[in-house]
């Protein structure tokens, strides 16, 4: 039996990636039980991990394009798929060392994941459809993570136990992984454009030297790595409205796949949206007030997901753009952002440090650096073309190609 429906292919896709969301969030909301099971209570140690997860996603993220390239988009699928299975360990491991591996892979997998989510939706969708399987895709992990925060302690009255949960959302993905491999997903032989011409390699070189992936990459360096500080640093500083970033993160996703579908430019929702958010993150870092905290931070969760349907819709309508230099153009578009982001952190921190606790300095940091998803806006291309809102525009377009294929034929003659 094959699978071919590609909404059944969209669903397996879109599940895989919340199970690995929920078994991620699940073993860290765990690893005081699990670190305590092990009689391993070193800050050193938790910090390590943490260390080997940010590791895993900048080396993941930047390896996704060469195994997509090695294996094929099906099969590369499928390894991630087992890395993310790997996560099975974590509730099980019987010492340290094991426990930093089973994270690693896993968060591994998520990497390689979450790249390739959109080689298979240009391969299986239109480019109308797109903007929409994108902005679900976008959702995936909040959802998980929403399920875990506000759900995990009911999964655990349900199973029994915090390790019977674990294994449980492991083994949900063991299953999903072998449902993926009946997907009837065949790579192309020969590499074509959108516009069915062939087109040269896109190596990993190219796209170093492409200016936009640059672009791209930079201009959501900053909200990444405003995102990671929100939830490791600012519950340290008595700040903890993380929560509501993450609820309405989900209905600001929503939101943006309707807009996106109904708005075609991208540049203008990424830009005015990029400003707002540089607005409320310095309302929840710096207010005195709890609830204009919790007012800047509902604010900004829907904020920061509204536009992510118009930002990862601008590669896919690139001109000549592949499967193959889709996962490129991801795979350095992540590793990029977490590279940076990672840097970000340790800045962060450091401040923290140098004086003494204050975290003034830091959030000056960050809610300057949270600003390159506004700039990065005037560096991005507009992908989006206007739709002609009345019968006289679709005519003054119609007439404005017969006039074009007139001339062409005259230079022709």
Known sequence: MKISNKYLVEAIVFISYVLFAMAWVGGTASMGQIMSAMQVDSLASASLISGAVTLAKI?????????????????????????IVIGLLTPFAPNYELLLLS???????????????????????????????NGLNAVAFNIGTGIVLWKM??????????????????????????????VKFEDESTEQSQDGKAVVHYSYMDGLKDKFNWAYGLTYSGLLAFYICLFTFYPKAGISQSKWVIGFGIVGTLAGIIYSKKVPLR?????????????????????SSEWLQTLSAI?????????ITALVSIPHELPKMTGQRITVVFSLFYSISYLLSTVVLWLFGKLVDINQGDYTASFILISIVSSTFFIGSFFLPETGKKKATSANDKIKINESQASK??????CAE
Do not use: C
């Open 59 to 83: 080396v993941g993220t930047f390896g996704a394009a060469w195994v997509a390239l090695k294996f094929g988009i099906k099969y590369a699928f499928f390894i991630a798929s087992l890395f």
């Open 103 to 133: 994270r690693f892979l896993m968060g591994l997998g998520g990497a390689f994941m979450i790249v390739y989510f959109n080689p298979i939706v240009m391969h299986w969708f239109t480019p109308d459809e797109r903007p929409v399987i």
């Open 153 to 182: 302690t009911e999964i655990n009255q349900f199973t029994g136990d915090w390790k019977v949960s674990l294994i449980s959302f492991s083994i949900a993905s063991l299953l999903l992984s072998f449902a993926w491999l009946l």
């Open 267 to 287: 540049l203008p929702v990424i830009r005015w949206s990029g400003a707002v958010m540089v607005i409320t993150i310095i309302g929840v870092s710096f207010s």
């Open 299 to 307: 604010v900004l969760g829907f904020f920061i997901f509204f536009p």
């Open 405 to 410: 294929e007139n001339k062409d034929k005259l």
